[in-house]
């Protein structure tokens, strides 16, 4: 069962690092120039966030409707 263990703590590890480089990369490391600008939402993706977010909000506080 030790084997075992270890395998777990090395593909835990292994499954954390692209996570953990992220990570480091926003928090640590200088952002390039020119970067390009993110995009902005249009109308519709707009109304989808909208009516996503009502109906996660009405489902979730009127779960019985």
Same mark, same amino acid.
């Given at each position: 069962?030790?084997?075992?263990?270890?395998?777990?703590?090395?593909?835990?590890?292994?499954?954390?690092?692209?996570?953990?480089?992220?990570?480091?990369?926003?928090? =640590? *490391? *200088?952002?390039?120039?020119?970067? %390009? *600008? %993110? %995009?902005?939402?249009?109308?519709?993706?707009?109304?989808?966030?909208?009516?996503?977010?009502?109906?996660?909000?009405? =489902?979730?506080?009127?779960?019985?409707?």
């Amino acid at each position: 069962q030790i084997g075992l263990a270890i395998v777990l703590a090395l593909t835990s590890v292994i499954a954390a690092y692209p996570y953990l480089r992220v990570v480091w990369m926003m928090c =640590f *490391e *200088e952002s390039q120039e020119g970067a %390009p *600008e %993110p %995009p902005v939402a249009r109308g519709g993706a707009r109304a989808t966030l909208l009516i996503a977010g009502a109906a996660t909000l009405l =489902f979730g506080v009127l779960p019985d409707c």
